[in-house]
Each structure stands twice: as structure tokens, then as C-alpha cells.
């Protein structure tokens, strides 16, 4: 049993082709639906996201996404490159069977990105906030939908981007004017919008977030599968909850290699430090290739291409090092 490898997200430049190729070739077992911001608004993960909502529109202000009364062109720029990407990734996944992991930004993320009129967060509007989850599942069962259409073998893993949820729910979060933040957001009402968004989706569900203090817990009874971090960034304060993650089933998609151009180590030195994590928790390391899959700490948009396709095939061969030497 191998231990899988995949990509966060991102990639640099703007080739959909190239993209899908560099994907599916390195990623062979575990292939994703590459972002390429490069591109410009509505290629980033914020613009991509909005695209995917259904009756809510947003376009782009000086200070970023605004919130729109009708459709413009800066909606209707990014669900034209996604099809685009959507288009190449069927091109080079003809009759692929396995894993397919897509990716969108959450709820609490958008509304924390995402500006209402006035030019305030969405975020301080609770009501506002229910609409944009509520859309956004809308247009994810949608996304999905299409997703398994176009590539019927993939077993469709969905990973929601939620790096500001931490913020969110410590109140974090800064207002328009820099000065003050918004204020904390109930951790049930946190919870209750991703249970119900989770929902739309009958298969894997993981959530990824590369700042530091990721809520396991939370993800976990909101019924997230997977857990996807910078394992940088994790401190021992964080042994219970990822202990119980395990022993619960839920999947560590574990940044081990930086996201941006570093010098890489042996593929086996970049997961030293899961190994010694297993120990630490006295873990059995015959568990370690079924719970974990590797993968860059972050997405790859601010790597040089050259460094971008080493990481991935660097992450292939260290999953490989994990399942064949787990002690």
C-alpha cells in the first residue's frame, strides 16, 4: 500500500495544457485540477470561487472582490478558465480510473475575502454569510457534477481551501480601514455552515489551510475526511487533536516540501518529520501510508516552473519512502 502524493492547488504560469500534463504525469494515482493565478482576476483562488456561484456575482475593486448586483466580466472571465482547465485535465485523464482531487475556497474564507457594497467584509454580515454558503453549494454541486461527467473513472476528492478559518474563528480577521477587526464567529455557527457544505459531495471531503493553528477538532465533527496543512507550522500543542484525527480515520495531507524554490533534501528527509510525529504519539507506523498523503506546504503559484515539477515528482518519491520504510 502506497502512500499517496498530490498538489495543493496552484501552479505557475498560464498554460491550462501544460498544467494538466505536469499534473497528470507526476501525479499518475493522484492527479488534480490545477489553479494558475498567473493568469490574472479570476484565475486566483478567490476570483475561481466566486465564478462557481450561482445567482451571486462579484467583480473586482482596487482593494479586490466586491460583491456585484448581476454578472460582469470579471465573473464570467474566471468560469471561462475554469472550463478551459476543466477542458485540458479531460484531455490528459482519457479513461483514468482513481483519485481526482478539485479544489475551491470554503465558506468562511470567501466571506472573510470577499467585500459587500459598502466595502466591508461579508464576513460581519451573518445573514449575507448563510447566502454565500448556501450559494456556493449550489454551484459546487454543479462543479462536481460537471467534474464527474467529463472524467466518469474519477473517484472525486473535494478539498476546500480555508486558510483564513482560523481567523475567523479567533477574530482576526481585519476590517476595511486596518484599524479594528471583526469580531469572532460563533465556532458552532463556523461548524453547522461546513457540515452543510461538506454535504454536497458523497465522497472525500478535505480541508486545507496553511496557517498555523489549524482547528482539527472542528474539522473533524463538521465531518471533514481529510485534513490538509503546512507541517511546518504544527506545534506539540497540536498532538491530542491530530492523535484523535487519526485514530478517528481522518487522512493527513501533509505539507512536508516547501512551496516556493528551496533546495529539496532526499525524498526520505522530507518525511522525517511524520515519522517522528508517528512516534511521538506511539502511533503504529504500519498505519502511517493509509493516513497520510504528501504534498507541498502550500500551492505552487509562487515557484519557478522548473521548481514546481520537481516538488511534485519529489513528493511521488517521498510517499513512496514513507510506505516502504515507515519505522
Not at 459587500?116 to 447566502?131: S, V
Not at 477587526?181 to 478535505?206: I, K, M, N, P, S
Not at 512536508?256 to 504519539?281: E, F, K, N, Q
Amino acid at each position: 500500500m502506497s502512500a499517496g502524493a498530490t498538489g495543493v492547488g496552484s501552479l505557475p504560469g498560464g498554460d491550462a495544457r501544460e498544467a494538466a500534463k505536469t499534473v497528470t504525469g507526476s501525479f499518475e494515482e493522484f492527479p488534480y485540477l490545477a489553479e494558475l493565478p498567473a493568469r490574472g482576476p479570476g484565475a486566483d483562488m478567490i476570483g475561481r470561487s466566486l465564478g462557481l456561484l450561482v445567482d451571486m456575482y462579484a467583480h473586482v475593486e482596487p482593494s479586490g472582490w466586491r460583491i456585484s448586483d448581476r454578472p460582469g466580466r470579471d465573473s464570467k472571465r474566471a468560469r471561462s478558465w475554469l472550463g478551459e482547465d476543466l477542458d485540458a485535465l479531460e484531455e490528459f485523464t482519457q479513461g483514468y480510473t482513481g483519485k481526482l482531487k478539485v479544489q475551491a475556497v470554503g465558506p468562511w474564507t470567501l466571506a472573510a475575502a470577499l467585500e459587500l457594497h459598502g466595502g466591508e467584509a461579508m464576513l460581519q454580515d451573518p445573514g449575507a454569510c448563510r447566502d454565500l454558503a448556501g450559494s456556493l453549494a449550489e454551484g459546487l454541486r454543479e462543479h462536481l457534477a460537471d467534474v464527474r461527467k467529463r472524467i466518469p473513472g474519477a473517484d472525486v476528492v473535494l478539498q476546500l481551501d480555508e486558510p483564513s478559518l482560523t481567523a475567523v474563528l479567533l477574530g482576526r480577521v481585519r476590517s476595511a480601514s486596518g484599524y479594528r477587526t471583526y469580531r469572532a464567529v460563533d465556532r458552532q455557527v463556523v461548524e453547522g455552515a461546513l457540515r452543510d457544505l461538506f454535504a454536497v459531495h458523497d465522497g472525500e471531503v478535505v480541508v486545507h489551510s496553511c496557517a498555523p493553528e489549524v482547528p482539527f477538532a472542528l474539522l473533524r465533527r463538521a465531518g471533514a475526511t481529510g485534513v490538509s496543512f503546512d507541517f511546518s507550522l504544527l506545534t506539540e500543542r497540536e498532538d491530542d487533536a491530530i492523535g484523535e484525527a487519526v485514530e478517528g480515520g481522518t487522512k493527513l495531507f501533509a505539507g512536508v516540501v516547501p512551496g516556493t524554490d528551496a533546495p529539496l533534501s532526499d525524498p526520505g528527509g522530507s518525511v522525517m518529520g511524520v515519522r517522528t510525529l508517528w512516534r511521538r504519539l506511539g502511533l503504529a507506523p504500519g498505519t502511517l501510508a493509509e493516513s497520510v498523503v504528501v504534498t507541498p506546504s502550500c500551492g505552487l503559484a509562487g515557484a519557478s516552473p522548473a521548481y514546481a515539477r520537481a516538488v511534485q515528482a519529489h513528493c511521488v518519491r517521498a510517499a513512496r519512502s514513507l510506505a516502504d520504510n515507515p519505522e
